[in-house]
């Protein structure tokens, strides 16, 4: 990071809107960052689903819960409700629907890249991240010289 950065979600680089809901995409520090808000209602398998056309949410998250009840469900069937102040971490393969009368709002440091866009959109999106990661391990991996 060259020099220091400040966005607001209010003033996103990108907003994706999918039914009883929306995303607030800010792209920062050489990442992306995103607030999702979802309204009463909202179920990914109902209102994302149809737009990423995947059996289940294939993006991993790492989000910090901020208002709200989200319910997830793991593909393996493991289930959980998270609330204010919860740390979620993700892997793909999940759903998730809002509980109670409350919109639930999440910022997720991992799944902002592709959350709301077609499969094959947020595959091509997310390549050249997968690229910069596999060069940082390679880079990492070779041995230091000694000085003389």
Request: aromatic fraction near 10%; glycine fraction near 10%; proline fraction near 7%.
């Amino acid at each position: 990071m060259a020099s220091a950065e400040y966005k607001r979600f209010e003033q996103p680089d990108e907003r994706r809107t999918f039914p009883n809901g929306h995303a607030e995409i800010v792209n920062i520090g050489g990442g992306v960052v995103g607030r999702f808000i979802f309204y009463p209602g909202w179920r990914w398998s109902n209102d994302v689903m149809p737009i990423a056309k995947t059996r289940s949410c294939e993006a991993p998250h790492f989000q910090y819960h901020v208002a709200g009840h989200l319910a997830i469900r793991m593909d393996d069937g493991t289930e959980f409700v998270a609330g204010p102040g919860d740390v979620s971490a993700l892997p793909s393969g999940h759903d998730a629907w809002v509980v109670g009368d409350q919109p639930a709002v999440v910022v997720d440091w991992c799944g902002a890249t592709s959350y709301g866009r077609p499969a094959a959109e947020a595959k091509a999106a997310a390549a050249p991240r997968r690229k910069k990661a596999a060069a940082r391990k390679k880079t990492a991996a070779k041995p230091k010289k000694k000085r003389k």
